[in-house]
């Protein structure tokens, strides 16, 4: 496997008063698609300039494979950057911009020129070699930049918000040539993002910052269904979120059916939980609105372990493959509720504003975040 | 990745063919529509160049008077191989343009790159204290730099034309310069230290390269105003350093030669290719950027 693991121990970094980066510790593995994954100053983007070499931390140590790497200037640290604004060299040809590192290193005309082909073939520009970036679109630019960041043949490859500049179409497009990238060339990439969608369909595995403090480390499913912390959950993708008292925890097999008492859905929840919890913790609830089931009938057969909750449509929302509908519960408390649409055959009567239903999910969707105080 | 479609970068382009191709006839039909802002125009072209048409006819003209006797081409001949004055004036301007341009564009280009990327005390106040000779009128310039100079007892001459010129240039260049730089994009002096460049390599092949455009108009602007200033060479300049505009107006003091006509011509001929030159470098840079 190419590519370096890196190892950010105990990093932390402040501007003045502000703590940019506040003892964060991460480990990232040979090959991976690493995304840092928060909101406008978590302090994911210090962190990429930390490992880029652009900034240095306060404390706390960086390792590539294993050895000490802050004392080394960015140029000679096996690592490159594609920047936000792409940062292309505006009086270079998109030839000449990827030949630029090259260039630096007196190599051989007739070499820089075959790598520079084949860097260009690589994101699929052989067309456009001689063009100025000004004349360039923004997926262009951004493919122009990545070359030029791959043809030192870095170990790792540092991608800073590549893609927010562009549409949301290209983005698509452009991510999933970054995946094929990887794939392709197998070294480290380690990717800052605001964009969880983004985040969540390309990485092996992802840290989620916020305020210079990582909440979680873990696989796009393992931050979905398994969320560390309110901010995580409320973060990645949409959901619905209680503060809830453990009332009951019953050990079954492998897992505990635990009852919550949720003040603001004015009713008992019943969750499967791996945690055995005390009675009378205070803890959040969540539950995604996709796992939620929406019938304008109460539900025939309503199981020990299926919540059921009545209220009417305040707010559809339908956009195309899916409907997204607030429901209003009998003690006034919004649901987030999403239904998928499948086919005529299996879709029930048409759901609309003001409608009386019938909202409910398993214990097996709920998820408990986290204890708030012990 | 090849199994990828890349055709969504072909298929669209970021300019729309084709949107500002108009028919003729409609190009006619709204002239008709708008009379009068095309009465204006052609109004405002007809003030702006009957003088120049009258000028290069009589440029022509086989005699000296306003009345046109016949075609001839003599006065192009006076000026060809009987102005030995008027050809010491035009390189005297010659030399102070360049020499005076090309000062003022170092000096200035150095100063905004210092303004731009230097904090220090003072700094807001010297940006605005170098555009002070922009506003100044030029009277007032011409004056004060000869009391100075008489002050400090330099000759006026050729090289006291030379300062006055780089003093007047220095705030255009400085001005285009800045705005180049306030374009400049910082990330990619961190780019190229990124991709292996050291401090002075980014200098040589990423800074100098990308203000160039700013600091070349500045120089080309700089060359035409020192060629073409009066007022305050008129003030500065002493015996033996007559410039272009100062031999020109003494000639019209002592009755208007026709030779000046023919001058006039050969000097509108040359603006317009360096007009046309300039266009195609303004084109070339605006590509690049």
């Given amino acids: ?374 | 990745m090849s199994s990828l479609d890349p055709s969504f970068l072909i298929k669209a382009p970021t300019h729309p063919v084709g949107v500002y191709k108009v028919s003729k006839n409609q190009v006619f039909k709204d002239h008709r529509r708008f009379g009068f802002s095309n009465i204006v125009l052609v109004l405002t072209i007809l003030f702006l160049f009957t003088p120049l048409i009258v000028v290069i006819t009589y440029s022509f003209n086989s005699s000296k008077g306003m009345m046109w006797t016949g075609f001839s081409l003599k006065w192009y001949a006076a000026l060809l191989f009987d102005s030995e004055e008027l050809w010491r004036a035009f390189l005297n301007s010659f030399i102070i343009a360049i020499s005076s341009s090309a000062v003022a564009t170092v000096l200035a280009s150095l100063a905004a790159v210092g303004i731009k990327w230097y904090s220090f005390k003072g700094r807001q106040f010297i940006q605005t204290l170098s555009f002070l000779p922009m506003v100044l009128p030029e009277v007032i310039i011409g004056i004060s730099m000869l009391i100075f100079f008489t002050a400090i007892k330099l000759p006026l001459g050729m090289f006291s034309i030379f300062i006055a010129h780089t003093t007047f240039n220095l705030p255009f260049v400085f001005l285009l310069v800045s705005a180049r730089l306030d374009e400049f994009d910082f990330t990619i002096l961190e780019a190229a230290r990124d991709l292996g460049a050291s401090e002075r390599q980014t200098l040589m092949k990423v800074i100098v390269p990308s203000i160039m455009p700013g600091v070349m108009s500045g120089l080309l602007m700089s060359i035409t105003m020192s060629l073409e200033d009066f007022v305050i060479t008129f003030f500065v300049s002493g015996p033996g350093s007559t410039t272009l505009p100062l031999y020109v107006y003494s000639m019209i003091r002592y009755g208007v030669s026709p030779v000046i006509n023919a001058l006039s011509f050969v000097l509108i001929l040359s603006i317009i290719l360096l007009a046309f030159a300039l266009r195609r470098f303004l084109k070339v840079i605006a590509a690049s950027s």
């Avoid at chain 1, 496997?1 to 003892?23: C, H, P, T, W």
């Avoid at chain 1, 997926?139 to 043809?151: D, E, S, T």
């Avoid at chain 1, 990887?182 to 990439?189: E, L, P, R, S, V």
């Fill in chain 1, 1 to 374: 496997m190419k590519g370096y693991d890196v190892q950010i121990e105990n990093v932390s970094r402040a501007y003045g008063s502000f703590k940019a980066l506040d003892d964060v510790s991460i480990d990232i593995k040979k090959g991976e698609f690493f995304s840092l994954l928060g909101p406008s100053g978590c302090g994911k983007t210090t962190l990429l300039r930390i490992i880029a070499g652009f900034d240095s931390p306060d404390t706390g140590i960086l390792l590539f494979d294993g050895k000490e790497i802050l004392s080394q200037p960015p140029e000679k640290r096996h690592v490159n950057t594609v920047f936000q604004s792409y940062a292309l060299f505006p009086h270079l040809t998109v030839y000449e911009n990827v030949a630029f590192p090259l260039r630096l290193k007196k190599i051989d005309k007739n070499l820089i020129d075959s790598k520079v082909r084949e860097y260009l073939h690589l994101v699929q520009l052989d067309s456009h070699i001689h063009k100025k970036p000004g004349k360039l679109s923004g997926g262009q630019k951004q493919r122009v930049a990545i070359a030029r960041a791959l043809i030192n043949e870095p170990s790792v490859l540092l991608l800073d918000e590549p893609l927010s500049a562009l549409d949301a179409k290209l983005r698509q497009n452009l991510l999933v040539e970054l995946d094929h990238l990887h794939d392709q060339i197998g070294i480290t990439f380690i990717y800052v993002t605001h964009d969880q969608s983004e985040a969540l369909s390309v990485s092996d595995r992802i840290a989620v910052m916020n305020q210079g403090k990582v909440l979680q480390v873990g696989t796009p499913y393992e931050i979905y269904e398994s969320p560390a912390t309110d901010f995580v959950a409320r973060f990645i993708g949409e959901t619905n979120l209680f503060e809830a008292t453990v009332v009951n925890c019953d050990p079954y097999e492998d897992y505990f059916m635990t009852t919550l008492d949720i003040p603001a859905l004015n009713s008992l929840v019943k969750v499967t939980d791996y945690d055995n919890l005390e009675k009378g913790q205070r803890v959040s609830f969540t539950v995604r609105p996709e796992k939620l089931k929406i019938t304008g009938e109460r539900p025939n057969k309503v199981g020990k372990d299926i919540n059921l909750f009545h209220g009417i449509v305040e707010e559809p929302i339908y956009s195309g493959f899916q409907s997204k509908y607030y429901v209003l519960l009998e003690n006034s408390t919004v649901i987030k509720v999403i239904q998928q649409h499948a086919n005529y055959m299996d879709e029930g009567p048409e759901i609309d504003w003001k409608d009386s239903v019938f909202v409910s999910w398993s214990a097996e969707d709920g998820y408990i975040v986290e204890v708030v105080d012990s």
